[in-house]
């Protein structure tokens, strides 16, 4: 009896496991030449410099529109893209359009005013990167400084000789790199001192945390002193409360990100309210 219940129980598994293996391959199979077929979008939330209140950026933030007609978030298909080779692709589409879409906006702004663009660790190898980057800025009509790349910490603990050098080649061409998601990967402290970094982004659980936890208010403004001291500039990120707001402010941060300030949006909407 025991047996049968244990192969029931195992065909079961089975069969989830199989049903899970589909899903993943029939989005694989959709998402290649989702960006040659226009299934992708970018939305753009603004970043507001604390201290004049004014906006000087935003970041692009990547969407698929996956027939028939669901809107699926990066988290649900970046992984996938990263695992299966489609991120080259994807992250070459979010990189021109990015830079074609917010050289319209800019012309309009005053210089300072940055697009911030997410980049995967795949994207970094190959050492071809940094060229590539430069030719999309020139086509663009952009300057480097409108740039910043956003690199997460998983990036740099593949520690290939490639991705420093080029690292630092588009800090040499004036790109400003920003480190991503600050303290939820593994020991960054090594990695702001080896890398050419312009912004630090602190994680939106520390903001989450910091108006709760008296311990958690000590690490942001710990975070932000350090940040400084190495010359960064510091990103709040996820800010929804008035309360964290004034935490940050109150911190010295120097840029906030969030809901409150505004949500991820069409960049005509954005150019809409920014006037
Ligand atoms: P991220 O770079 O840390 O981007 C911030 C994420 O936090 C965005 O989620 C944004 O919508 C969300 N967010 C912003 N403000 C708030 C807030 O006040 N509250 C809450 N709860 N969330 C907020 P999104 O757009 O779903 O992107 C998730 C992640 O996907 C990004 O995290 C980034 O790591 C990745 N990603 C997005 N676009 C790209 C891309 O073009 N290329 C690559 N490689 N990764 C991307
Ligand atoms: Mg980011
Ligand atoms: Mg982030
Ligand atoms: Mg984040």
């Not at 226009?38 to 970041?59: A, I, K, N, S």
Request: hydrophobic share 40%; aromatic share 8%; with cysteine.
């Amino acid at each position: 009896k025991a047996k049968e219940q244990g192969r029931g129980r195992y065909q079961f598994f089975t069969r989830e496991i199989n049903e899970k293996a589909q899903a993943r391959l029939a989005m694989e199979s959709q998402l290649r030449g989702a960006a040659g077929r226009g299934e992708l979008r970018l939305d753009y939330q603004p970043l507001y410099d604390l201290r004049t209140d004014c906006p000087v950026g935003m970041e692009a933030l990547v969407r698929w529109r996956r027939p028939p007609d669901l809107i699926i978030p990066p988290g649900s298909f970046i992984p996938l893209a990263e695992e299966v080779g489609l991120i080259g692709e994807i992250g070459d589409w979010v990189i021109t359009t990015a830079c074609q879409e917010s050289a319209h906006l800019f012309s309009r702004h005053p210089k300072g005013f940055r697009v911030a663009i997410n980049v995967s660790p795949r994207q970094l190898r190959g050492g071809a990167f940094g060229d590539w980057v430069c030719r999309q800025l020139t086509e663009a009509k952009l300057s480097p400084e409108q740039l910043e790349l956003e690199i997460t910490e998983s990036v740099l603990m593949d520690d290939s000789p490639e991705v420093g050098e080029t690292l630092r080649q588009l800090c040499d061409l004036g790109v400003r790199l920003s480190i991503d998601d600050f303290g939820t990967g593994y020991s960054s402290l090594g990695y702001l001192q080896r890398y050419p970094f312009d912004t630090l982004k602190i994680d939106r659980s520390f903001v989450v945390g910091a108006v709760r936890d008296p311990n958690a208010a000590r690490l942001v403004e710990t975070i932000v002193t350090m940040a400084h001291g190495l010359g960064l500039e510091t990103v709040a990120e996820g800010v929804e409360t008035a309360e964290q707001l004034d935490f940050l402010r109150a911190c010295d941060c120097d840029i906030v990100q969030g809901f409150l300030l505004g949500r991820p949006m069409s960049l005509t909407d954005l150019a809409e309210r920014l006037g």
